[in-house]
């Protein structure tokens, strides 16, 4: 499951802002742990941002995106009260999906 | 999960047999085994590219202190831009990340990565069909690959 991506989207000017930072180690597989064995590799691969159900914005991602991802992106189109939705899935096959309403 | 040796011999046998479409497929795993900028290219479907000065690369450092979280800032200004990849040359699986933007979308994205070293980082743009590619170098300080 994972724990809830925080979103933002605001208005500027006539285009929503929208910031994201999801919850996730992002490890990365090349990393290893106090007794030297390497940690296997869980990160974030797809992501999707919805407006109103409608794609915003799409991205695949490999393991070197930081822990607690960090994404901004600008789109045209929506209005203060519409809903943002953001879901991913990982290495996993773990999901999560959240969403806000534009302020 | 991601053996990498394993996994890259697997997916240039993949490409090798059919060359992926990107878009809507899931997680393109031949992309993201590629191991140079031409090959990463190939596998997100394009056959060559050219070199841009129409992407502006924002608040990107020239000096990242902490190699964990290095802030991109990409952006584009080439016409009809379709997808935006972000490839570090020297990190061990050198794809980043690639964003698809619809329209309506401004084609801009920041988004913070770990860098094992000092790199040049590639934005490979997709713009009208063709592929484009935009370069910066980032020095870091303090690798980050943990």
Known sequence: MGDPTRIRASMQGDKVLVRILMTHEME???????????????????????HNGRPVLSAQWGPAVSKNPFLQFTFAGGKPGDKIQVSWVDSKGDTRSDETTIS | ??????????????????????????????????????????????????????????ATPDIAENGAAVQVSVSSALPRTQSIAIVIEKNPGPLAAQFEVPPGTDPAVVTRFKMAQTSNVHAVVKADGKYFVSTREIRVTFGGCG
Request: positive net charge; hydrophobic residues 45%.
């Open chain 1, 28 to 50: 990365s597989g090349q990393r290893k742990d106090a007794d030297g064995k390497l940690v296997p590799a869980h990160f974030i691969r797809e992501v999707s941002a919805r």
């Open chain 2, 1 to 58: 999960m991601l053996k990498l040796g394993g996994a890259a011999t697997l997916a240039s046998m993949a490409s090798a047999l059919r060359p992926r479409a990107t878009a809507a497929q899931g997680w393109n795993q031949a992309a993201f085994s590629g191991k140079s900028l031409d090959e990463i290219v190939k596998a997100l479907g394009g056959s060559g590219y050219a070199p841009t000065k129409a992407v502006s690369w924002g």
